[in-house]
């Protein structure tokens, strides 16, 4: 069983249009991670929850909002997507000493 | 299957001596490496990075990691390790325009 998973692996999507990526961890972890890989493969934190509460809510746009419904799934609301926006998102959760990455969604806006 | 080890769950070391967090990979072709650290509530901040040349490569607080080819390791070291330097470090290697990370090795430096 994959620990973290998130769906989907790829999204393509036109300028303005609103996507959401799903994260569902089954490690039993309190804390989620959103991470964005730029073009220079450099991950930045986007936000974090533990227990269903946003601790880290770096400098993102507000078009980007997540969403906690409990503490085994983070998912990634996007509005009104921009080209910029393209990117491949990590979804993360930790417990300790250990994180735990999924594979990413390489989202393209055309 | 493409991946990242870090073999220790936690190294831990004292203030003044150096340090080694290893790391290996299984990637085909030539990797880009990366080491990635994670302070307490805080997410993951960038120390460096590997694409080509010099085996040696220096990063940020004063950090370098060894690229070694035919051991497929990408180990990261101080001269002299810093008790403020206690802290989660991850590896990771790009494959497919996408980072592959290890899981993590808890670096404790103390006093």
């Known amino acids: 069983d994959t620990a973290v998973s998130q769906t989907p692996k790829y999204l393509v999507t036109q300028m303005g249009n609103d996507k959401s990526i799903k994260c569902e961890q089954n490690?039993?972890?309190?804390?989620m991670y959103w991470y964005k890989q730029d073009s220079k493969k450099f991950l930045k934190i986007m936000f974090s929850?533990?227990?269903?509460?946003?601790?880290i809510n770096e400098t993102v746009p507000n078009r980007f909002s997540p969403k906690s419904p409990d503490k085994a799934h983070l998912n990634l609301h996007i509005n009104s997507l921009e080209l910029g926006d393209s990117a491949v998102y990590f979804c993360a959760s930790s417990a300790r000493e250990k994180l735990f990455f999924g594979s990413g969604t390489q989202l393209s806006v055309l | 299957a493409q991946s990242v080890a870090q073999p220790e769950d936690q190294v831990n070391v004292a203030e003044g001596n150096p340090l080694t967090v290893k790391c290996t990979y299984s990637?085909?072709?030539?990797?880009?490496l990366f080491w990635y650290v994670q302070y307490p509530n805080r997410g993951l901040q960038f120390l460096l990075k590997?694409?080509?040349?010099?085996?040696l490569v220096k990063g940020s607080y004063g950090f370098e990691a060894e690229f070694n080819k035919s051991q497929t390791s990408f180990h990261l070291k101080k001269p002299s390790a810093l008790v403020s330097d206690s802290a989660l470090y991850f590896c990771?290697?790009?494959?497919?325009?996408?980072?592959?990370f290890g899981t993590g090795t808890r670096l404790q430096v103390f006093p």
């Open positions: 990771a290697v790009e494959f497919t325009d996408k980072l592959i």
């Open positions: 990637v085909s072709g030539n990797p880009y």
């Open positions: 590997y694409i080509t040349g010099d085996n």
């Open positions: 490690l039993g972890h309190d804390t």
């Open positions: 929850y533990n227990n269903k509460e946003l601790i």
